[in-house]
């Protein structure tokens, strides 16, 4: 079974931008989360979606958002890119009966310049 | 709040030691207990986890971890370190009920001297 994907694994942008980035949860998974990895903070929840709703958010301004697909992908969306967005953002998918049991993508290496 | 401490961010042995990773965890009802590692430019593997039961949980290339009330600790060991286990580890907790958000410690990077 393929594992979580993310696309694309890396991203250079430049301050003010916006950007995209996709999660494609495990087959049979319909909760993806979202984090965060900084070397200064850690690895910090953004968000977790099932069924195409957003079920929990961490503490992150509006300018991070997501949503998730009909088929359980999900992306998120971080606008007026920041300096201090240059982070590795995981996602992880999960089956119904087991949200708390995550498998975690590669990551999509973001870097703001 | 829940909360998940590692003991050390850095932890050298060498090869064929023992392995022994700190975890601890703050909450007053035992949450959910996880041990990630993650390699270079990798996300993040899954080793092992206490969700109820057996309190001695053996997870994949060889480790395993106890789960102490008592101490609220869920340290991870290993008893002959491998050069492929060089890695940071992450110590991660969730809570019971609705509550879907990994807690993460600040990682442990292993070193494994030849």
């Known amino acids: 079974k393929a594992g979580v994907t993310q696309t694309p694994r890396y991203l250079i942008k430049t301050r003010g931008q916006q950007v995209t980035l996709s999660c494609s949860p495990i087959s049979g998974h319909r909760s993806v989360s979202w984090y965060q990895q900084t070397p200064g903070q850690g690895l910090q929840f953004l968000f977790e979606?099932?069924?195409?709703?957003?079920?929990n958010k961490g503490n992150f301004p509006g300018r991070f958002s997501g949503r998730q697909f009909s088929n359980s992908r999900s992306e998120m969306n971080v606008s007026t890119l920041e300096l201090g967005d240059s982070a590795l953002y995981l996602c992880?998918?999960?089956?119904?009966?087991?949200?708390?049991?995550?498998?975690f993508g590669p990551g999509t290496r973001l870097t703001v310049t | 709040a829940q909360s998940v401490t590692q003991l050390g961010s850095h932890v050298s042995v060498s090869e064929g030691a023992l392995v022994l990773l700190r975890c601890n965890y703050s909450s007053s009802v035992p949450p959910y207990l996880f041990w990630y590692v993650q390699y270079p430019n990798q996300g993040l593997q899954l080793l092992l986890k206490?969700?109820?039961?057996?309190?001695l949980v053996k997870g994949i290339n060889g480790f395993e971890a106890e789960f102490k009330k008592s101490e609220t600790s869920f340290h991870l060991t290993k008893p002959s370190a491998h050069m492929s286990d060089a890695a940071e580890y992450f110590c991660?907790?969730?809570?019971?009920?609705?509550?879907?958000?990994?807690?993460f410690g600040k990682g442990t990077l292993l070193t494994v001297n030849p």
């Open positions: 992880a998918s999960s089956l119904p009966s087991k949200t708390y049991e995550q498998y």
């Open positions: 991660a907790a969730i809570s019971g009920g609705s509550n879907y958000k990994l807690t």
């Open positions: 206490y969700t109820t039961g057996a309190t």
């Open positions: 979606y099932f069924s195409e709703t957003q079920r």
